[in-house]
C-alpha cells in the first residue's frame, strides 16, 4: 500500500497501520503501555524534548500506540495532525485549556450536548465572553461577533434536537474574518462528512461514539486541518512560535493540554478506538439505513407528536443535510403525544436499550429532558425545543424489521 491516497475510506484505515514501521509485521499497532521512552543518547533525549527531533517524551504526552490512532483519524480527516484525549470532553476542554483567555469571546451554536453546553457555561465564570446563537442561519453568528471573537463553534447535527447549522456559509465567515472555526464531527463522522470541505481550523471528534463503535472505549480528538493560519491566531504563546507556523496550534494544544492539564488517553483505549474504527463505515451504512426506516415509520404514528431527523423531508433543514451530508446519521429524537408516558414506552421496548452512550452497535434511548439535560432546567431547555416527552434514539446495526417491530410494538 505505497500511496493511500488513492485508497477508499475503510481500505484506508484497516492499512494505515502499515504506513510506518510496525513492530514483527503486526498488523495492528501493538498496546505499548510504557509511560517512559528510554534513549542511548543523551543529546537525542535533550533535542526531543526541545522539538528538534521526532520521538516520545513520556506517556502524558502520547505514546506509539496513541500515535498510530492519531494517524488513522488524521486520514479519515484528510487532515494535517490530530492529538488525541482521554474524552471527547477533554478534547473540547482542550480549546478553552491551551486557546482561550480572559477577555475573549467565543460564538456557538445554542443547540449543544449538554455537557459542551455546561462547560460554555463554566468558562463564562473564568472570564471569558461566549454567545449562543442559532447557527442554522450565518447571520446569526456574524451578528455575535466582535473584535474580542477568537473560536466559532458549532456541531454538525445537534444533539439531540438534529438541527443543522449552516455549516459552509459560517466556514466563509470565519476564513474572511480570520477566525478559528472548529466543528464538532462527532454525530456525522468523517465517513459522512468533513469539516475541511467548510474551511473549519480544528474537528473534534468524540471516539467514544461511532468511530469506536462498540461502547467499550473513551476518547476524543482535535484534528487540525491545515487549513487555518495560526499566525492570526494572538494567543499563541512564543515558546511554539520556533515551530513551522502551521504547527504551532497543535504544539501549543498539545502542550497545555496533554503536557499540563494530563487530558490524557490511554493505550489501551487507543487500541480499542483503532480496531472499532476499521469498520466504521460499515456500521455507519447500517445505522443510517435504520434511523431512516424508525423516523419515517415514526412520523406516520398517529400518536407521535414530532420526530426530528435531517433524513425526513419535513426536517427544517432537509435540504441542507441533503447537500452537505452523504448519509442522516444514526441519531434522531421524537415526541409523543400528550398521555403517553415516554418511561412506560420506553420500559416496553425490548430491544432498545435505555443508555447514555451514543454510536454503538446496539440501539440505544434516553429520555433527553429526565436526564441528559436535566441539570440545565425548563427554560433552558425550552429555549433549545427540548420537549418533556422527548425520546434520543442512537441507532445500531440490528436487523430493520425487528426494530421496527420493537418501536411499533411498544405502543
Request: aromatic fraction near 8%.
Amino acid at each position: 500500500m505505497s500511496d493511500p491516497k488513492k485508497y477508499g475510506f475503510t481500505t484506508t484505515i484497516l492499512h494505515s497501520d502499515r504506513q510506518k514501521p510496525i513492530e514483527h509485521g503486526s498488523l495492528h499497532k501493538p498496546i505499548h503501555t510504557a509511560v517512559a521512552f528510554g534513549y542511548q543518547d543523551a543529546r537525542e533525549l535533550a533535542e526531543v524534548f526541545q522539538g528538534k527531533k521526532s520521538g516520545y517524551r513520556y506517556g502524558r504526552q502520547g505514546n506509539p500506540t496513541v500515535a498510530a490512532l492519531e494517524d488513522k483519524i488524521t486520514g479519515m480527516e484528510q487532515a494535517a495532525a490530530t492529538i488525541c484525549f482521554a474524552t471527547g470532553m477533554a478534547a473540547i476542554g482542550a480549546l478553552t485549556q491551551a486557546l482561550l483567555r480572559a477577555g475573549d469571546h467565543v460564538v456557538s451554536s445554542a443547540f449543544l450536548f449538554g455537557n459542551t453546553n455546561s462547560l460554555w457555561q463554566t468558562v463564562t465564570q473564568q472570564g471569558i465572553d461566549v454567545s449562543f446563537v442559532d447557527a442554522t442561519a450565518v447571520a446569526n453568528v456574524e451578528a455575535a461577533l466582535t473584535p474580542a471573537t477568537r473560536i466559532v463553534f458549532v456541531e454538525t447535527i445537534a444533539n439531540p434536537r438534529t438541527q443543522v447549522a449552516d455549516l459552509a456559509r459560517i466556514g466563509e465567515l470565519c476564513r474572511q474574518r480570520g477566525i478559528l472555526y472548529v466543528v464538532d464531527n462527532t454525530m456525522t463522522t468523517p465517513y459522512l462528512f468533513r469539516p475541511k470541505d467548510v474551511h473549519a481550523g480544528l474537528v473534534v471528534n468524540a471516539l467514544t461514539k461511532a468511530i469506536g463503535g462498540h461502547g467499550n472505549a473513551l476518547g476524543g480528538s482535535l484534528t487540525d486541518t491545515g487549513l487555518y493560519d495560526w499566525a492570526r491566531y494572538p494567543n499563541i504563546f512564543d515558546t511554539y512560535k520556533r515551530y513551522p507556523t502551521p504547527q504551532w496550534g497543535m504544539a501549543q494544544i498539545r502542550a497545555k493540554s496533554l503536557r499540563d492539564f494530563g487530558a490524557s488517553l490511554s493505550p489501551e483505549s487507543a487500541h480499542h478506538l483503532a480496531v472499532g474504527a476499521e469498520t466504521m463505515a460499515l456500521r455507519m451504512e447500517r445505522e443510517c439505513a435504520n434511523a431512516l426506516a424508525l423516523a419515517q415509520m415514526l412520523e406516520a404514528d398517529e400518536r407521535v407528536a414530532a420526530v426530528h431527523y435531517p433524513g425526513l423531508p419535513s426536517h427544517p433543514q432537509h435540504t441542507l443535510s441533503r447537500d452537505l451530508f452523504s448519509a442522516y446519521g444514526g441519531l434522531f429524537s421524537f415526541e409523543l403525544k400528550e398521555g403517553i408516558d415516554c418511561f412506560d414506552y420506553m420500559n416496553r421496548l425490548k430491544l432498545a436499550v435505555p443508555a447514555s452512550n451514543l454510536g454503538d452497535t446496539r440501539t440505544l434511548v434516553i429520555p433527553v429532558a429526565h436526564t441528559i439535560f436535566y441539570e440545565m432546567g425548563p427554560e433552558r431547555r425550552a429555549s433549545m425545543g427540548i420537549a418533556e416527552s422527548l425520546i434520543r434514539v442512537s441507532v445500531g446495526i440490528e436487523d430493520t424489521a425487528d426494530l421496527l417491530e420493537d418501536f411499533k410494538q411498544a405502543f
